[in-house]
């Protein structure tokens, strides 16, 4: 299992070696960027304001239903497993 990950982990090494390195950019890119971004943030804003889409007429909530009391029952003074 070891090796299988060695040789896993020196293929990925040399894959990654060989692999074309990003382009370096310079100041001028860098700056065109910085621009732009905010420029996207506020054309992209008014795709997130939500539509006034047509909906049905809202239902009437029902209330929750009043809680439960226990009703007085006669006591005779004898518990209900009680046998004697």
Avoid: W
Avoid at 35 to 42: C, I, L, Q, R, S
């Amino acid at each position: 299992m070891k090796s299988y990950l060695f040789v896993a982990g020196l293929f990925g090494l040399l894959l990654n070696a060989c692999g074309s390195s990003a382009a370096a950019t310079g100041p001028a890119q860098a700056q065109a960027s910085d621009v732009a971004a905010p420029e996207t943030a506020v054309a992209v804003t008014p795709s997130a304001i939500p539509t006034d889409t047509p909906t049905l007429l809202p239902t009437p909530t029902p209330l929750p239903s009043p809680p439960t009391t226990a009703q007085p029952t006669q006591d005779n003074g004898r518990h209900a497993l009680d046998t004697g």
